[in-house]
């Protein structure tokens, strides 16, 4: 056993070692302090939790998050996710892989279980867990995914399908719609028209969009559409596929914004999951200005999330990330005002990722967990039930 773990331990340094050489440098300027103050957010009383907003930021680990302070807010400023007052860690490696992709890691968010990555809260036997989402939507509650993805990528796919493989999105398409789900907001229109339109990811004639509106869902794909819509259930698609880093629109705060509008309106509560997904796009890419740009459109949700908590009393906001991308580190710049932001991978990394909480009992996400664990807090705290479960 131990000769095992320190050959684990060994691939791991080598892996590491061979990288290292290949170091891609970026460099970030460090803006100017910001002028305006930013202000921490309190610890509050436990008491009922009636909603979650649960926030991922794909592959965002504390070298996004930092250097996103220093170009965006500068040394002494802080992001809206730096003012959160409770802080811990999550360890993400998936159950094949020490490594985690988005798949599995947010299976360990949604079924609080262990799964390959690729699998969609589906587990390695072949078995579907449970999610939090699917607990809350049997409580009465309203439930919610946004996205700057397509809606049905690896994230917020695993809190309302289950299937084996990630990559059939056209499946996962299908398998939304009697998912419960009041609020679908993102990319991925292809997903979602039949073969014969331009742009079409699917292998058929369906036309999910004609389908979601015949089940009571109002479909938009623009930001004024959305704002003006009144219905309960909204499918936005806001793009063929994922949605533009550069002039997005909506923007990740306006979409989250909406979902909580609808979501709200439930007296029984809701649960809400919200993925700033281009982190790790930006990671993948080793693009720092495209990591800045999307840390600044994440912490403006986050902000989103926060305002609606600190007003309700009854939520509780957790924000964390399903693994790092890039190997993203902080270097030695040219002058106190600048740094080299340099990259190890062009894949995820197994370090662990920072967590952020606030609301009700945000306390107990403090210290180090397993990725399985948070999921497991999360429906216990909000009274949703105990996880994992493995559906019949
Ligand atoms: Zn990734």
């Not at 793009?239 to 007296?267: F, Y």
């Not at 306390?363 to 948070?374: A, K, Q």
Request: charge should be negative; hydrophobic fraction near 40%; proline fraction near 4%.
């Amino acid at each position: 056993m131990r000769f095992l773990l320190s050959l684990i331990l060994m691939s791991f340094f080598l892996t590491f070692a061979s990288k290292a050489q290949e170091l891609k440098l970026d460099t970030i300027s460090v803006q100017l302090p910001s002028l305006e103050k930013t202000e921490k957010y309190p610890l509050v009383a436990d008491g009922p939790i009636k909603n979650v907003i649960f926030i991922i930021g794909d592959g965002t680990g504390l070298a996004q998050l930092y250097s996103g302070q220093l170009n965006l807010v500068g040394k002494d400023g802080r992001l809206v996710v730096q003012n959160m007052p409770v802080t811990g860690f999550s360890i993400t490696h998936a159950a094949n892989r020490l490594v985690t992709d988005s798949a599995a890691g947010a299976t360990a968010y949604s079924c609080g279980a262990k799964t390959n990555n690729g699998m969609i809260a589906y587990l390695p036997e072949g078995e579907h867990c449970r999610t939090v989402l699917e607990l809350a939507e049997a409580q009465g509650k309203s439930t919610g995914l946004v996205a700057t993805s397509t809606i049905t990528h690896a994230t917020p796919a695993s809190y309302a399908a289950h299937i084996d493989a990630r990559s059939k999105q056209p499946e996962i398409a299908v398998q939304y719609l009697n998912s419960g789900v009041e609020v679908f907001l993102g990319g991925g229109r292809e997903f979602f028209i039949p073969q014969s339109e331009e742009n079409s990811s699917r292998k058929d004639d369906r036309n999910l969009i004609d389908e979601f509106t015949a089940n009571g869902y109002e479909f938009v794909e623009n930001v004024t559409t959305m704002k003006a819509s009144d219905s309960e259930k909204i499918l936005g698609l806001f793009s063929a596929a994922g949605m533009p880093s550069e002039n997005r629109t909506p923007t990740l705060a306006e979409m989250s914004q909406k979902a909580i509008d609808v979501l709200s309106t439930n007296e029984n509560g809701f649960f809400l999951m919200i993925e700033g997904s281009q982190i790790d796009w930006a990671g993948h890419d080793n693009n720092a200005t495209y990591a800045m740009r999307e840390v600044k459109d994440f912490d403006a949700a986050v902000k989103t999330a926060l305002d609606f908590a600190v007003e309700d009393g009854e939520t509780l906001v957790v924000v964390t990330a399903d693994h790092e991308t890039g190997g993203m580190t902080l270097q030695y710049g040219n002058s106190s005002e600048e740094m080299e932001i340099a990259w190890s991978t062009g894949y995820h990394t197994g370090v662990p990722v920072p967590v952020m909480a606030y609301g009700p009992h945000a306390v107990e996400f403090t210290g180090w967990h397993d990725n399985t664990e948070i999921g497991i807090l999360v429906a216990q705290l909000a009274g949703l039930g105990t996880l994992p479960q493995i559906i019949e």
